[in-house]
Each structure stands twice: as structure tokens, then as C-alpha cells.
């Protein structure tokens, strides 16, 4: 089997010659931002590989460059992504602990399980996470208590206190594959993962709006296209289903609609919808003039703000 070709190496670049590379080879202007403040916030805020990240949302000629596109946009699109990613965050730890407590209570109720036999049974399933917890045990971190005492006789109501995300979402498909119920929120939990895990990595998610990765090969989540299409008739069904084709647009609603439907705190839920509507009524507009021309992160905004409408609805009456 030929071995891949590797990419041509390229120079390193000072912040100013950085700046220079994108004017003079990729066409990126500085109208909305000197070419002077680019340095300051490549030098203070950003990095040139991710800046330059957020231009696969556009148009290139065949020469390499690319189509109306100014730093300023760039910057902008890096601004709302942290916002983006830092909701995203908060969200999916919220969640995490709502279907624990969901579990739990589920499992309050179940008389056929005593909470012992269906670790045991994740054991078998997964037998890594059972090794991985006993190498913890010498670890120094702060389940390190926990994980000492308990050693692998953990019962159910314990072992999510030391679990990942990831190795609770085993623990929770299992326990629910077992005792089928209207509450298990499984088919919600990749892509509440990706989400969760692409924020806390700090994974640039606004540079796939114009072709995210796998778009091909991705499939909608029935019951959120089947929520949008009763609640959102404004949009239509071949822009659901096109907007809802992009893993990042899908995935970060699948948070949204998994956050309604877990999280029982009126409060808080009132709260992060309201966080979210501050952001797409009030930030994402501060320089939506950037945006006009492009419309796929036009089309993208439109199709957001119109769903995540109807859940601000909801948290406020």
C-alpha cells in the first residue's frame, strides 16, 4: 500500500510577515481592520492558523484567492465562536448532570435492579473502563477518594461520580437497553459528546458553515427535524433539511433540544435561553453588515435564530 503524501512544508512566518502572506497571496483585505490592529490581535488573541481557519466559509478563485473576504470577518466569526463554544460548554455539563439525576430516579423506581448487577453488566460491556478505574486509583486527582474506596465494587448511585462523559454515556445506554423507558435520552448522547468535547478542546465550530466535515455521509436526528418542522413552519423543508445536514448546525441543536427536554431547574434553563437569545439578537448582529454577501453564514444565522426562538419562548412563559 503506497504510503500518503505528505503535505509540502511551509515557512514560519513572523505575525507581520503572517499578515502580509494573507494580503499578497490569499487576497484578504484590511478595510475593517488595519493591517497594524491585525498584528495586535494575532499577537494577543488569536493565532494565524485558526484565524485563517474561518475562511473555508468562502469562495476562492482559482488562483488560491479567496472572494470578498476581509480580516475583519474572520476576527468577528473567532469573537462568536468562543461565545458559541463557551454556552455550548456550560449546556452540556448542565445536561450531564440532569440525566444523572434522571437516571437515578429512574432507578429509585425500578425494583428489579439493585444497582450492583448493572454496573457489573457495564463492566463486561466495556471491560477498559473497569481497567482504567483501577489504574486511577493511584492517580492524583480528585476522585482519587473515590476511587480508593470503592476500588470496582461500585453500585450505580457512586460510579457516575467518577465516570467520563463518554464512559457514562455506556453506563447510561446500557442500564436503559436493559429497562427500556419513554426517558431514555440516548439517542441524544453523540452528539451532545462531540459537541461537549469539541467546546472543552476549544475546537474552532463556526468554519464548517459553507462544508462541514461528513455532510455526506450525515444523518438527521428524527425527532429534532420532526420538533422544528411542527414548531418552525417559517422554514421551509428543503432549508431544515439542508441546514440540518451540517453535523455542527445539527449537533449544536441536538444540545438546545436535549437541554430542554433534561434540564428540570426553571431557573437555569430560563437563564441559558436567555444567554442564548442575547447572543443571537444582540452580538451576532453587532456587525452582521461583515455577512451579507456571504450567504451561507447568513442562511445558517436566519435558520438558528428562527429555532432558538421558539425555545426562548418557552423558557420565558
Not at 8 to 26: A, F, N, T
Not at 115 to 128: D, M, N, R, W
Not at 148 to 163: C, D, R
Request: proline share 3%.
Amino acid at each position: 500500500m503506497a504510503e500518503p503524501v505528505k503535505p509540502s512544508r511551509k515557512p514560519k512566518l513572523s505575525i507581520s510577515e503572517q499578515v502580509e502572506y494573507m494580503k499578497i497571496w490569499k487576497g484578504i483585505t484590511f478595510r475593517t481592520v488595519t493591517e497594524k490592529d491585525a498584528e495586535e490581535f494575532l499577537k494577543h488573541n488569536n493565532y494565524f492558523f485558526r484565524i485563517k481557519a474561518y475562511a473555508k466559509n468562502y469562495e476562492r478563485y482559482e488562483s488560491g484567492r479567496y472572494i470578498n473576504l476581509d480580516f475583519g470577518y474572520l476576527k468577528e466569526l473567532s469573537i462568536l465562536d468562543m461565545h458559541f463554544r463557551k454556552i455550548i460548554l456550560e449546556m452540556t455539563i448542565n445536561i450531564e448532570h440532569y440525566l444523572k439525576m434522571q437516571l437515578l430516579n429512574h432507578f429509585e423506581k425500578n425494583a428489579a435492579e439493585d444497582g450492583y448487577s448493572i454496573v457489573e453488566e457495564f463492566f463486561l460491556a466495556c471491560p477498559k473502563v473497569k481497567d482504567k478505574l483501577l489504574q486511577q486509583q493511584n492517580s492524583s486527582g480528585y476522585s482519587r477518594d473515590l476511587l480508593s474506596k470503592y476500588g470496582t465494587n461500585f453500585a450505580l448511585w457512586n460510579i457516575i461520580e467518577v465516570l467520563t462523559f463518554g464512559d457514562f454515556e455506556n453506563l447510561y445506554k446500557t442500564y436503559f437497553r436493559k429497562y427500556p423507558s419513554k426517558d431514555d435520552m440516548s439517542k441524544f448522547l453523540w452528539s451532545c459528546r462531540i459537541m461537549r468535547n469539541a467546546s472543552a478542546h476549544n475546537n474552532c465550530l463556526l468554519n464548517t458553515l459553507k462544508k462541514a466535515y461528513g455532510q455526506d455521509r450525515f444523518q438527521i436526528n428524527r425527532e429534532l427535524n420532526q420538533f422544528i418542522a411542527e414548531h418552525c413552519p417559517s422554514i421551509t423543508k428543503d432549508s431544515r433539511t439542508k441546514k440540518l445536514q451540517n453535523p455542527v448546525i445539527h449537533d449544536f441543536l441536538i444540545v438546545v433540544h436535549l437541554f430542554a427536554k433534561i434540564v428540570t431547574s426553571p431557573s437555569i434553563y430560563e437563564k441559558t435561553l436567555s444567554t442564548l437569545h442575547g447572543l443571537t439578537h444582540r452580538r451576532c448582529l453587532r456587525n452582521r453588515g461583515y455577512f451579507k454577501t456571504n450567504t451561507d453564514i447568513s442562511s445558517s444565522y436566519l435558520f438558528l435564530r428562527v429555532v432558538l426562538d421558539f425555545y426562548y419562548k418557552g423558557a420565558i412563559t
